[in-house]
């Protein structure tokens, strides 16, 4: 199983970036094809953010955060990171890193095997 670690949370105000990591530790984060974002804002089901590919050219993003958010992944560090600019209030939620092993991006959590415990961002308005 995959031990994976968010980090980069916090309180920021409207318009606002924050840079999410995630990082495995104990395993090569190129072992899973695919890592994505997800989050939960309270009272929600937790919802899709962003996947990307192990060769970094095929991402796939909710439609609430194109043109805003980036998904990127550094093989050599096991890290994926989330770049969140332009933040709204709308995106408070905790925010959760995720891997599976497969071949083509999925925006299904229930397909994700493995997950983070989690990082708070609260974005004030």
């Known amino acids: 199983q995959m031990h994976l670690v968010e980090s980069g949370g916090g309180l920021v105000q409207a318009g606002g970036s924050l840079r999410l990591s995630c990082a495995s530790p104990?395993?090569?984060?190129?072992?899973?094809?695919?890592m994505g974002w997800f989050r939960q804002a309270p009272g929600k089901e937790r919802e899709f953010v962003a996947a990307?590919?192990?060769?970094?050219?095929?991402?796939k993003y909710a439609d609430s955060v194109k043109g805003r958010f980036t998904i990127s992944r550094d093989n050599a560090k096991n890290t994926v990171h989330l770049q969140m600019n332009s933040l709204k209030p709308e995106d408070t939620a905790v925010y959760y890193c995720?891997?599976?092993?497969?071949?083509?991006?999925?925006?299904?959590?229930?397909?994700?095997?493995?997950w983070g415990q989690g990082t708070q961002v609260t974005v004030s308005s």
């Open positions: 104990s395993c090569p984060t190129y072992t899973y094809l695919v």
């Open positions: 990307i590919y192990f060769n970094e050219d095929s991402t």
């Open positions: 995720a891997s599976v092993r497969r071949f083509t991006l999925t925006t299904d959590r229930d397909h994700y095997t493995d």
